[in-house]
């Protein structure tokens, strides 16, 4: 039953999570390419409705996340072009961020390794689940 693998996993995350530093950053919450805008070639973030305070690295981890693999399932037309092209955005956002911030990383791989099950537990069908799992320990 679905709600029953989505209830566990969501105490392994609880259990995953617990003891992680309590929010210090401003957390967009559902950052991805889809809520960047340009104007007179400048970019900005839009869609602040769900921000709230949370730690940098869950934000990073939620992003590189949703870059990555959010909503590319296995019945994708395009998969290994689409596949491809976001994960050079996402080592690039990724960089981008390591380079300003690169203290914040000491927690990335905690909190990309909880959110990444419950991406899989809402979207089971995501493409290339083993890979997306494999990242946080790389």
Request: aromatic fraction near 10%; charge should be negative.
């Given at each position: 039953?679905?709600?029953?693998?989505?209830?566990?996993?969501?105490?392994d995350v609880a259990r995953g999570i617990d003891g992680m530093p309590v929010g210090?950053?401003?957390?967009?919450?559902?950052?991805?390419?889809?809520?960047?805008?340009?104007?007179?070639?400048?970019?900005?973030?839009?869609?602040?409705?769900?921000?709230?305070?949370?730690?940098?690295?869950?934000?990073?981890?939620?992003?590189?996340?949703?870059?990555?693999?959010?909503?590319?399932?296995?019945?994708?037309?395009?998969?290994?072009?689409?596949?491809?092209?976001?994960?050079?955005?996402?080592?690039?956002?990724?960089?981008?961020?390591?380079?300003?911030?690169?203290?914040?990383?000491?927690?990335?791989?905690?909190?990309?390794?909880?959110?990444?099950h419950l991406l899989l537990a809402q979207e089971p069908d995501t493409a290339y689940?083993?890979?997306?799992?494999?990242?946080?320990?790389?």
């Open positions: 039953d679905l709600c029953e693998k989505v209830g566990a996993d969501v105490q210090e950053t401003v957390f967009h919450g559902d950052f991805h390419p889809g809520h960047i805008l340009l104007q007179d070639g400048r970019p900005f973030v839009i869609d602040w409705s769900g921000a709230h305070a949370a730690p940098a690295a869950a934000d990073i981890a939620t992003a590189a996340l949703a870059i990555g693999y959010r909503g590319l399932s296995t019945g994708h037309g395009d998969l290994e072009r689409v596949h491809r092209a976001r994960l050079k955005l996402r080592d690039a956002y990724l960089d981008a961020y390591r380079a300003v911030c690169p203290a914040v990383f000491s927690d990335f791989p905690r909190w990309y390794d909880a959110i990444a689940p083993d890979e997306l799992l494999a990242f946080a320990a790389s």
